[in-house]
């Protein structure tokens, strides 16, 4: 199952989750890694592929990233409802996964963050990403930050 960090809505591209969703990868993939249309328009985009942490089954999601230097950050948002998203469990049990970014594709380690350092990578995303801070005042939960760093 694919995931994306809010559910926008999906406008002329349909009401179908699954064929929306590989709309936004076509579109993303023939657009250098951005999409051209949609409510996702413009946004940087990021497929990851994570091991379930409890199916043992490959899932993707579809995130919205920021970038703290060479690293990915991605946050656990889910729209700023009261649970994380499954893939942050994924990650956390699993963190090896694999990227698909700006047309380039390869393996990373996934580190959920704590602390100050979360806090700082958080209040990052928030700056490149201004969408993302209505999330927190949504739930009461802590929104899990996510950085991707790739292997060599």
């Known amino acids: 199952m694919a995931t994306t960090e809010s559910t926008p809505s999906r406008g002329s591209w349909g009401n ?16 250098g890694g951005r999409p051209s249309r949609g409510p996702l328009a413009g946004h940087p985009l990021l497929l990851m ?18 970038r703290a230097g060479d690293d990915y950050v991605v946050a656990g948002s889910a729209g700023g409802s009261d649970s994380d ?3 942050v469990a994924n990650v956390a049990s699993n963190p090896t996964v694999r990227l698909e970014v ?20 958080w209040r990052a995303h928030v700056a490149a990403l201004p969408w993302f801070g209505d999330y927190e005042h949504k739930t009461s939960r802590v929104i899990p930050i996510v950085r991707l760093h790739r292997l060599a």
């Open 49 to 66: 592929w994570a091991v379930g942490a409890k199916s043992g089954h490959e899932r993707r999601a579809i995130l919205t990233y920021s």
């Open 16 to 31: 179908d989750a699954g064929a929306w969703e590989e709309q936004l990868i076509a579109d993303l993939r023939a657009n």
């Open 85 to 87: 998203p499954a893939w």
């Open 102 to 121: 700006d047309g380039d594709t390869f393996e990373a380690t996934a580190t959920v963050e704590s602390g100050a350092e979360r806090d700082r990578l």
